[in-house]
């Protein structure tokens, strides 16, 4: 199977998936009966990179690759140009490895305008590469804010013919963020982020961590329905099912043992509120991938209309917290039902 046809197999199962249980539910905010404030005033503004941006939550990234994703990130583009709000791209790999840019080129950044745009490619993939500095090859032509390495072990095990040695891994991701004219951002794919694990990527000089728990798209279940040899590696496709950890635990470990890194929440992000939790639980940024795909396979109208959805929730749960402005989101507004205040 080629990388083109495996990326349009992640879009196709990626929109079939459902999730029942998220880790979101069990998190509580503190409620305000007097709210001192006006609903419309509550402000949503943050930076990104020193970039302005409308709201704390971004387009995370989902698809690269096959002529389907190129309508879809174009979509999704235009949509974020509107909402003034920031967009990962899907991985680029195949940009470098096999030619096809997928639409992630100069288009992509005249439909998103001024908004921040970050590349994205594996970083066991960095492997591959002559050297870190091909990486300007995927940059340049998205004119990129930042570039998204993504780390993906567990979906690499369960692909077909997928990427198993990770010998001299961190090295490389070492080596290109001493290069990267533009910041790194070191993003899981839905297993979520280890604290040993931030600790090496800190040390790196990663600037930004994307913990990507469980609770979003299930990149592993989708490569084993790929996967026609996987009952030869497995006796239960469900087997490793629990893997991982959830978002709000990474968030939580992020908290307790690097509280001063700039830490992104994805994975399982349904709603606005989700995004007021995560903020609340330490993120400064919240990537939402599920939610934005079937729109962005409808319309760009569709996309606007669900992000405009997200803002609308995130202001009503400001207003319900009592604060003016996300950047009053913080621990001390949750709810442990130890006191009242």
Same mark, same amino acid.
């Given at each position: 199977?080629?990388?083109?046809?495996?990326?349009?197999?992640?879009?196709?199962?990626?929109?079939?998936?459902?999730?029942?249980? *998220?880790?979101?539910?069990?998190?509580?905010?503190?409620?305000?009966?007097?709210?001192? #404030?006006?609903?419309?005033?509550?402000?949503?503004?943050?930076?990104?990179?020193?970039?302005?941006?409308?709201?704390?939550?971004?387009?995370?990234?989902?698809?690269?690759?096959?002529? !389907?994703? !190129?309508?879809?990130?174009?979509? #999704?583009?235009?949509?974020?140009?509107?909402?003034?709000?920031?967009?990962?791209?899907?991985?680029?790999?195949?940009?470098?490895?096999?030619?096809?840019?997928? =639409?992630?080129?100069?288009?992509?950044?005249?439909?998103?305008?001024?908004?921040?745009?970050?590349?994205?490619?594996?970083?066991?993939?960095?492997?591959?590469?002559?050297?870190?500095?091909?990486?300007?090859r995927i940059l340049d032509p998205i004119e990129a804010d930042a570039l998204i390495l993504h780390?993906?072990?567990?979906? !690499?095990?369960?692909?077909?013919?997928?990427?198993?040695?990770?010998?001299?891994?961190?090295?490389?991701?070492?080596?290109?963020?001493?290069?990267?004219?533009?910041?790194?951002?070191?993003? !899981?794919?839905?297993?979520?982020?280890?604290? =040993?694990?931030?600790?090496?990527?800190?040390?790196?000089?990663?600037?930004?961590?994307?913990?990507?728990?469980?609770?979003?798209?299930?990149?592993?279940?989708?490569?084993?329905?790929? *996967?026609?040899?996987?009952?030869?590696?497995?006796?239960?496709?469900?087997?490793?099912?629990?893997? =991982?950890?959830?978002?709000?635990?990474?968030?939580?470990?992020?908290?307790?043992?690097?509280?001063?890194?700039?830490?992104?929440?994805?994975?399982?992000?349904?709603?606005?509120?989700?995004?007021?939790?995560?903020?609340?639980?330490?993120?400064?940024?919240?990537?939402?991938?599920?939610?934005?795909?079937?729109?962005?396979?409808?319309?760009?109208?569709?996309?606007?209309?669900?992000?405009?959805?997200?803002?609308?929730?995130?202001?009503?749960?400001?207003?319900?917290?009592?604060?003016?402005?996300?950047?009053?989101?913080?621990?001390?507004?949750?709810?442990?039902?130890?006191?009242?205040?």
């Amino acid at each position: 199977m080629n990388n083109l046809t495996r990326k349009l197999g992640h879009i196709e199962h990626a929109l079939s998936q459902s999730t029942k249980i *998220n880790s979101f539910d069990q998190i509580r905010v503190k409620h305000c009966a007097l709210p001192d #404030l006006d609903l419309d005033r509550i402000s949503l503004n943050t930076t990104l990179f020193d970039h302005s941006v409308a709201a704390p939550f971004f387009v995370s990234s989902m698809t690269g690759g096959p002529t !389907e994703s !190129e309508a879809i990130n174009r979509r #999704l583009a235009e949509a974020c140009r509107e909402m003034g709000i920031a967009m990962g791209v899907g991985s680029q790999r195949v940009g470098i490895e096999d030619g096809h840019t997928g =639409g992630l080129n100069g288009s992509i950044r005249d439909a998103i305008g001024s908004s921040p745009l970050f590349a994205n490619f594996g970083a066991v993939n960095l492997l591959g590469l002559s050297d870190v500095n091909d990486l300007g090859r995927i940059l340049d032509p998205i004119e990129a804010d930042a570039l998204i390495l993504h780390l993906n072990p567990m979906q !690499e095990v369960f692909q077909a013919s997928g990427d198993t040695n990770w010998t001299g891994v961190i090295e490389r991701i070492a080596a290109t963020c001493n290069w990267s004219p533009v910041p790194v951002i070191a993003k !899981e794919v839905g297993f979520g982020l280890d604290a =040993g694990s931030a600790k090496i990527l800190i040390d790196a000089g990663v600037d930004v961590l994307d913990v990507a728990g469980r609770g979003g798209t299930r990149f592993a279940d989708i490569e084993i329905a790929m *996967n026609a040899d996987i009952q030869q590696v497995l006796s239960d496709q469900q087997l490793f099912d629990g893997w =991982g950890y959830t978002t709000v635990e990474c968030l939580q470990m992020m908290q307790s043992f690097f509280p001063k890194q700039c830490c992104w929440a994805s994975g399982g992000v349904r709603h606005g509120l989700d995004v007021a939790k995560a903020l609340c639980l330490g993120a400064s940024a919240v990537g939402i991938a599920g939610r934005f795909l079937k729109p962005a396979t409808e319309s760009t109208e569709s996309v606007i209309a669900t992000m405009q959805q997200f803002m609308d929730e995130l202001r009503i749960a400001c207003f319900g917290m009592g604060i003016e402005s996300v950047q009053h989101l913080d621990q001390q507004l949750l709810w442990d039902g130890s006191h009242a205040s």
